[in-house]
């Protein structure tokens, strides 16, 4: 598979991955305007960028679709409780996590730490603490990959600008929900992607389970994109686990 970047040059993910965004992406999770102001203005000061969501679903959705660089998580959303995002996000991905809250009662803690929170600070905190704590979260990841503008496997081209997909030369018609899928899978360079991750990331967390839909849509992408469906190439099954693009000797490709 290559991937051609924003750089305009041609990355192989499995050389290693490469940091080219200026600013890292933090994402603050909690549901009182009042803290999102006021971290906004101070992440922004920071040189970071700000993203927000108000309640469980909302941040681990967004987490699996827009995959932020760090996460500072309140535990006290309205609709469940906050480590109900760390457990959830933690079946997929190591995306640092920061907990922030009034909660100080050391069983708050350990259980938030234990389920793979990276680290928890107390209301009410200091701003440089917290930069500090996000840089330290950042410094301990590994670099996040260039912006990819298009992929090729095989004979197959997706284009993530023009959201477009052609294969051998000719253009292919996706739907919107065929199109995002594929492009999901292939942002995973190779890697297999859980079922739960996809249906997450494509149709939300009320989706997660259903992998008999999730199924279905790649029944109908391979009809597509495959030259026997049967036979797939392009979009591999780990029996059990979920999908990943084929590599380039998997799929036929051509030096």
Known sequence: MQLICS???????????????????ILVVDDEP??????????????????????????????????????????????????????????????PIIVISARDREVEKIE??????????????????????????????????????????ADVEIDHVRHRVKRAGREVRLTPKEFELLAFLAQHGGAVVAHSQILTAIWGPAHASDIPYLRVHIGRLRQKIED???NPKIVLTEPGVGYRIAEPDEAGAKD
């Open 7 to 25: 750089g305009g040059v041609y990355a192989d993910p499995s050389r290693g991955r490469v940091d080219m965004s200026s600013k890292s992406r």
């Open 34 to 95: 009042g803290i999102l102001r006021f971290l906004s203005a101070a992440l922004i000061a920071h040189d970071f960028g700000f993203e927000s969501a108000r309640s469980v679903q909302e941040a681990i959705k967004h987490i699996a679709s827009h995959g932020p660089d760090v996460v500072v998580l309140d535990l006290g959303l309205p609709d469940g409780d906050g480590k109900d995002v760390i457990r959830r996000v933690r079946e997929w991905s190591d995306v």
């Open 112 to 153: 938030a730490l234990d389920l793979g929170a990276d680290d928890f600070i107390t209301k009410p905190f200091g701003v440089g603490e917290l930069m500090a704590r996000i840089r330290a979260a950042l410094r301990n990841r590994v670099e996040r990959p260039s912006e990819v503008l298009a992929v090729r496997i």
């Open 228 to 230: 026997d469906p049967n």
